[in-house]
């Protein structure tokens, strides 16, 4: 034990040891504070063709500069369909004022759903601007996109459709996968996707 | 034997760095940056990047920050545990047949082998509650029994130390209850802790700032009690240090420190309260608190040498 006489020194070290903690931590906190804010990249979409409820094109260059939420439906989906898109009417309209958010449904049922038929499954759902588009492309292309593209199983289709949102930023990067049909991983989308919305 | 006394002093140091450390992992949510131990996203160093994650794994638990946060606990914990194991050699070389210095000594080393389990036990658990306020109970036991094992070296180096020391008399209830005290204040404060985590999950957009006042009687009691335990602390220290004679450099210098302590303690937990809990005054405030133990259990052991009486 340092004897009283070594008591004067030790305090000034004592001091600068809890300072070199308390900047530390600090910095250790604020790193993790920010690094919990960034959404990891998980991958990339690919270039791909389809056209949207009005006929126009829709390709990967559509995706980028906006941020998106992809899903996978068709219109005589009985399950789940109605659930996800009943979520991303929600989404679509809590955001209502976000215009550099897109929600982007993509039809796993090119034979049935016409473009007059994904027009009428919007309207049912309340869309009325380009901000939630529905996508057609022919059979072997979708699943090609779901399965290589954004990495969800397309097998059985068109029931076999995967139940998760996609979230992809600006740069046509996947940043997140959300259960569709779950309300705490909608949750969590409606707070992340202001995380990418901070980045632009 | 000089040698383990500075040794085990160090250790003791460094086990105090590894609470904060602990505390570090806690504020800023690395608790599960890595979500299998021991290896962390099975590797034995953590991956500095996405692509090196094995392909079973889930690839959105990673982040970069928190694993490292994580595993560095993990590496300052084998030190530490390493550091205990050399203290715990040389308390049965150099003190073989004195029971107070070698059992706790050989009881750290133990208990931190335990703390290593344990704390492979918290991550697999998800971060169960019970189990990360556990791994912070085990972390004070042993820092408690290396407080204890150094101060008996230290007593034995310096044999007229507190040999003949007066204390005041109901000093001794008083330090006894003011330990009891700060143990359960400790408990509360995980509660409080346990409490907001489960309001921040069920309101996530709501602010912090706000959910404080939701937490309910249990942080009223921790801050009534916390205010309890600060008056006590100090007329503790007080009479102490004007009242008791004989006393050697530990206590004066524990009494002074328990007071200097402690009335940190409230400043932040009052600006906890009232800054919306940031994370950086938790941190100091969980490891605050638990150095106030320690000081605590160090009087404690150095009145047993003494006499208590009236002055």
Known sequence: MPSDRKFPILIPIVAVLALILGLGGLLVI??????????????????????????????LQSLQGKISVVDFMFTNCPGICPVMSGNLAKLYNSFSLESRLQFVSISVDPDRDTLAALQDYARGFGVNDSRWQFLWMPQADVVNLSENGFKLTAQDLPSGHSNRFVLVDQLGRIRGYYDGTDDDEVAKLTLDIPKLTKAI | MKSFRRFALYTTIA??????????????????GCPDWPKCFGRWIPPTNISQL????????????????????????????????????????????????????????????????????????????????????????????LIYATQQAY????????????????????????????????????????????????????????????????????????????????????????QSRNTSMLVREGARWMMILVLAQVALGLILMMAGVPAFMQLFHLWIASIYIGILFMLFSAFKKGVVDAV
């Open chain 2, 155 to 242: 007593y034995i180096d310096n044999p007229s130390a507190d040999k003949n020391a007066i204390y005041p008399r109901r000093s001794k209830m008083w330090l006894t209850i003011l330990w009891i005290c700060g143990i359960l204040q400790v408990i509360l404060g995980t509660q409080v802790r346990s409490a907001l985590e489960i309001l921040e999950a069920s309101f996530p957009t709501t602010p912090v700032a706000q959910l404080v006042t939701q937490i309910g009687v249990v942080n009223y009691v921790h801050s009534l009690l916390g205010i309890l335990i600060a008056i006590s602390t100090c007329y503790v220290g007080y009479i102490i240090l004007k």
């Open chain 2, 15 to 32: 086990t105090y760095f590894l609470i904060f450390i602990g505390g570090l992992v806690r504020v800023s949510g690395a608790g599960l």
């Open chain 1, 30 to 59: 604020r790193t993790a504070e920010k690094s919990r804010d960034t959404l990891p990249i998980l991958g990339s979409v690919p270039s791909f063709e389809a056209v949207n409820q009005d006929g126009t094109p829709f390709g």
């Open chain 2, 54 to 145: 094995p392909a079973d794994m889930d690839r959105t638990l990673f982040n970069f920050t928190l694993a490292w946060i994580e595993y560095f606990n993990r590496l300052v914990g084998v030190t530490i545990g390493f550091l205990i194991f050399i203290t715990a050699i040389l308390a049965i070389k150099y003190y073989r047949k004195v029971a107070r210095i070698w059992i706790p000594s050989v009881a750290a080393l133990i208990f931190v082998a335990y703390q290593g389990w344990q704390g492979g036990q918290v991550v697999t658990s998800q971060l169960q509650p019970l189990l990360v306020s556990a791994h912070l109970v085990i972390a004070l036991i042993i820092a408690g029994l």
